[in-house]
């Protein structure tokens, strides 16, 4: 499965921004997708989940700013990032888990400065 994430950039510490990660491969709508990101010296974090149910989960950094959802006829996955904070600057990354595979896009960088 390959994934291809995108959407990153500069933005102003209030500021909004959607990323986008396309999946290539028939199992999309029934894999389980997350969002997570990574900064230097630290380990990656997922941070926003959503099941083949839909159903959603944040941690709680980003948990009412942060918005996941997914569009399984595009094989597109979303978070929607509002009220950016210049600690949400990270590599961003989308990740597919299917059965007890785990796939990963290559990242894309958020970086929220003034």
């Known amino acids: 499965v390959q994934l291809q994430a995108s959407g990153g950039g500069l933005v102003q510490p209030g500021g909004s921004l959607r990323l986008s990660c396309t999946g290539a491969?028939?199992?999309?709508?029934?894999?389980?997708l997350a969002w997570c990101r990574q900064t230097p010296g630290k380990q990656r974090e997922c941070i926003a989940r959503?099941?083949?149910?839909?159903?959603?989960d944040y941690v709680d950094s980003v948990k009412g700013r942060f918005t996941i959802s997914r569009d399984n006829a595009k094989n597109t996955v979303y978070p929607r990032m509002n009220d950016l904070k210049p600690e949400d600057t990270a590599v961003y990354y989308c990740?597919?888990?299917?059965?007890?595979?785990?796939?990963w896009g290559q990242g894309t960088l958020v970086t929220v400065s003034s």
């Open positions: 491969g028939s199992i999309f709508g029934t894999s389980d």
């Open positions: 959503i099941n083949r149910g839909g159903d959603t």
């Open positions: 990740q597919l888990r299917f059965s007890l595979v785990i796939y």
